[in-house]
């Protein structure tokens, strides 16, 4: 038996209907704050994914046979390309939401295909950047149903100070990779590798207790990394500031940011700046950017309804016809209306009203199709109420 390619999955109706859900809200949300909709191709050469990603993520790449091209990881690389490429007024505020492919091992809430809905914000080297990118993720996952999220907050230049200072630099790259795995792996495997890499010192050192020993910490450090931290948290005073947070990829080179539901340790998104990026491809330009992971998201909220079918109309034998044409005068008024399409015995097509949860139901015969009165049955309480087409559209489409 065929299956889909691992870490590959199918979605069913009541998975699409969730997920469309989910793209119209993040849509609908990041429109509201000016972002611009954009899209790359799924390919770009290999020198493009390989230019900034990082030792790991470069192992993680689809390569394909000409071995010129891979598909994309994420999306903040092909829009720096994108950008260096393209005249625009700034801030040039742009969001994409689509696939993108990692072949790492799955595991739950981690895909070989999975979506992303990125914005940001190229041509802005203020915070006030970052603190938009982090008030409209807030109100986006409010509106998706997470309404105590947290937003841990640190900055890759006090990393890197850091890692200066302790005679690390040449095992920065490694160190944060390491840090990235400490929700994943836990605190004691942790300390494992960073022992291994003679850096156990360095995780004693980045656990706080609070935004203000954080900061004191990032001070004695790294003068402009403590900075950028303040002007951020007076903006998004939010954030929790968590000197352990490194994010895996190696193009960050500032505030960086993870998301996550109280009720859950999964992330459910994550960002940060990557000023140096687009340089690679032309000229330079400040960037940031925020990333939601649609797959987390839709697997934290569990399903949707079954069918976006709001009346299935039934009918007697010899009435299909005026079934149909109730169905079009519905439709017209964006009443999402089903007929049988089977020649089903009554009995038959209530099962498979039920069976899709429709929440309401008419049935036409010969009363209904004389007098144009439908009586509409409220399927989940069995309430029932005569109505002519107008009251109809009144009812079905408040």
Do not use: C
């Amino acid at each position: 038996m065929r299956r889909t390619p691992k870490g590959m999955r199918d979605f069913l109706p009541e998975d699409m209907l969730l997920r469309e859900r989910i793209f119209r809200i993040i849509r609908e949300t990041y429109r509201e704050f000016g972002f611009r909709p954009v899209e790359t191709p799924a390919m770009e050469h290999l020198k493009v994914l390989e230019a900034k990603g990082g030792e790991e993520i470069t192992g993680q790449i689809f390569r394909l046979d000409d071995k010129e091209l891979g598909l994309k990881f994420e999306h903040t690389i092909s829009l720096a390309r994108l950008v260096s490429q393209n005249s625009f007024p700034k801030p040039f505020k742009a969001y994409q939401i689509g696939k993108v492919w990692r072949r790492e091992e799955p595991q739950k809430g981690r895909y070989r295909e999975f979506y992303q809905a990125d914005a940001d914000i190229i041509g802005t080297k203020d915070m006030r950047a970052e603190a938009e990118l982090l008030h409209m993720a807030e109100r986006t996952l409010e509106r998706l149903g997470f309404p105590n999220v947290i937003f841990a907050l640190n900055n890759r230049k006090v990393l890197n100070d850091i890692m200066k200072q302790k005679g690390l630099q040449e095992k920065t790259s490694k160190i944060m990779r390491v840090l990235d795995k400490l929700d994943k792996i836990g605190e004691e495997e942790v300390r494992k590798e960073l022992k291994e890499l003679n850096a156990e010192e360095i995780l004693n050192l980045l656990k706080t207790s609070d935004n203000e020993e954080a900061l004191k910490v990032a001070e004695k450090f790294s003068e402009q990394g403590e900075k950028e931290l303040r002007e951020l948290l007076e903006l998004y005073p939010k954030a929790i500031i968590d000197l352990t947070l490194a994010r895996g990829l190696a193009y960050y080179t500032g505030p960086i940011f993870e998301i996550k539901s109280k009720e859950s340790s999964i992330s459910l998104g994550g960002g940060g700046r990557y000023d140096e990026m687009i340089s690679l491809f032309g000229a330079g330009d400040y960037a940031t950017g925020i990333s939601l992971g649609i797959d987390r998201i839709a697997l934290l909220l569990g399903t949707d309804k079954k069918t976006p079918t709001k009346v299935f109309i039934a009918n007697l034998e010899g009435f299909y016809k005026e079934a149909v044409e109730l169905a079009d005068y519905l439709r017209a008024s964006k009443i999402n209306a089903e007929t049988d399409l089977n020649k089903r015995t009554l009995r038959k097509q209530l099962d498979y009203a039920n069976s899709l949860e429709i929440p309401y139901l008419i049935v036409i015969g010969k009363k209904e199709a004389e007098s144009k009165e439908y009586k509409l049955k409220t399927m989940a309480t069995g309430e029932e109420k005569t109505l002519k087409k107008k009251e109809l559209l009144e009812l079905l489409g408040s």
